[in-house]
């Protein structure tokens, strides 16, 4: 038989109602201060402080927006961009998160190559785009390879430098029941770095992101980088802006999903230790 719960007690009552009002507020300021500053935007172009046609404006580049679905540009340009991102993401989480294993299984390969991972981490990796676009030509897969070289290193050092702080206690405590390397690291080592995985998860978002718009304003017939560089060529700061409010939009959006899955996955960790 279960148990029914007892009544909720006042103070319980009252905490709840404050975080309800706390978390309203937040949100209610959070929209406010972003329909207050595309308000001030707009009136200041429309007053003539400023000037719509260097600056643009939340109604003409709306406007831009509108133009681009019409003609049934949007979704060819953003799917271009989208998949370029997702591989670039996808192969810098699951590829650093792999080579992070392989170093934490191999301390002697860990030491061997940790400087050089240092050093790729420092060097700008948007240089290395023009000898990606010789080597691969001028395609969807150089730019990938651009967003892949930007997340993959950060990739590797935030895993592995979870890995390298997990408890050291409970590894003993693992290996005293005769776990191996590999044990360790499914029994221990992964489970304890779960939040990191995820967070890098998050950061990579961001990085891929930035390797795919850097090698679309180098390379790209379509897509959303495509777009900021042709309007600022021929002067179309509306659809510069466009593209950026998208990109913005949509970056978001993907960062918002990772976010829930990060949640849900802690969550039900929670739950179920």
């Not at 001028?138 to 892949?148: E, F, K, N, R, Y």
């Not at 795919?212 to 180098?218: N, T």
Request: glycine content about 10%.
């Amino acid at each position: 038989m279960s148990m029914s719960e007892g009544p909720v007690s006042p103070e319980r009552t009252a905490w709840l109602r404050r975080r309800r009002r706390d978390r309203l507020l937040v949100r209610s300021a959070k929209i406010g201060l972003l329909a207050g500053l595309l308000l001030l935007w707009e009136t200041a172009a429309r007053w003539g402080t400023i000037d719509p046609f260097i600056t643009s404006s939340p109604s003409r580049f709306t406007g831009s927006i509108l133009n681009l679905i019409s003609r049934g540009e949007l979704w060819q340009h953003l799917s271009v961009t989208t998949f370029e991102v997702v591989c670039g993401f996808l192969g810098g989480t699951v590829l650093g998160t792999l080579i992070a294993v392989a170093l934490w299984c191999s301390p002697f390969l860990c030491r061997v190559l940790e400087p050089y991972l240092v050093v790729l981490n420092a060097l700008p990796k948007i240089a290395l785009g023009p000898i990606f676009i010789v080597w691969l030509g001028a395609g969807p897969l150089a730019i990938i390879v651009i967003a892949l070289s930007i997340s993959l290193v950060v990739s590797i050092l935030e895993v592995l430098n979870g890995f390298l702080s997990t408890d050291r206690d409970m590894i003993r405590l693992v290996e005293s029941f005769g776990a191996g390397r590999l044990g360790v690291l499914c029994r221990v080592v992964l489970p304890a770095n779960l939040p990191t995985i995820l967070s890098s998860l998050k950061i990579n978002v961001g990085m891929s992101w930035v390797g795919v718009i850097v090698g679309e304003f180098l390379i790209s017939r379509a897509g959303l980088g495509y777009l900021v560089v042709y309007g600022s060529q021929v002067f179309q700061l509306d659809l510069v802006m466009a593209s950026v409010v998208i990109l913005s939009v949509v970056a978001a959006c993907m960062y918002f999903c990772i976010q829930w899955i990060e949640q849900r996955l802690l969550r039900r960790r929670g739950v179920n230790g």
